[in-house]
């Protein structure tokens, strides 16, 4: 496993819509090994796979219950509306509050290529949101609620 550099705002390459991933092989594997090591060491809740160059739809969640991969998410249910703090490892030393769904259900796959279904709420449905949001190029900035 190796640490990679974490992408910066203001690269173009958190601004592009991410591409599916096909293939579920050894190259997938490592890429998800190093993110996860990369978000650990940065000591963050999730990571997406363009804030390490990579535009393909995959990312790494962890808010302390244990690794989620999620390979090609799709949040296909959402309800209720919580509002809180919200930061990114791409955008360093800035927090904003930001309104995002109470619950979720995404539907992925794993590093196998298998289908998987993970509902989630509270903090982890709002990770869900923004690691799923980097995909499409979305910030959270994007989303700070108007004051
Ligand atoms: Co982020």
């Known amino acids: 496993m190796a640490i990679r550099n974490i992408v910066k705002i203001g690269d173009d ?3 592009k819509v991410c ?3 096909l293939t579920f092989d050894d190259k997938l594997a490592t ?18 796979a363009p804030q390490v160059g990579v ?19 799709v949040i296909v249910e ?5 509002t809180g703090s919200e930061g990114c490892l791409s955008i360093p030393e800035r927090f904003e509050d930001v309104t995002r769904p109470m619950s979720v259900t995404v ?3 794993n590093r196998k290529g298998e289908n998987i279904v993970i509902s ?8 869900f949101c923004h690691e799923i949001d980097h995909l ?12």
């Not at 890429?31 to 997406?48: P, R, S």
């Not at 959402?78 to 919580?82: E, N, R, V, W």
């Open 107 to 109: 539907r992925a796959q």
């Open 31 to 48: 890429i998800l090994d190093d993110m996860a090591e990369t978000m650990y060491k940065a000591e963050g809740v999730g990571l997406a």
């Open 19 to 21: 591409r599916t991933q």
């Open 55 to 73: 535009l393909r739809r995959f990312c790494v969640v962890d808010v302390g219950d244990g690794l989620i991969e999620l390979i090609n998410p």
């Open 136 to 147: 499409d190029g979305v910030l959270y900035i994007d989303r700070v609620d108007k004051k």
């Open 78 to 82: 959402k309800s209720g509306s919580q």
């Open 120 to 127: 989630a709420e509270g903090f982890k449905a709002r990770a």
């Open 13 to 15: 390459v958190l601004r």
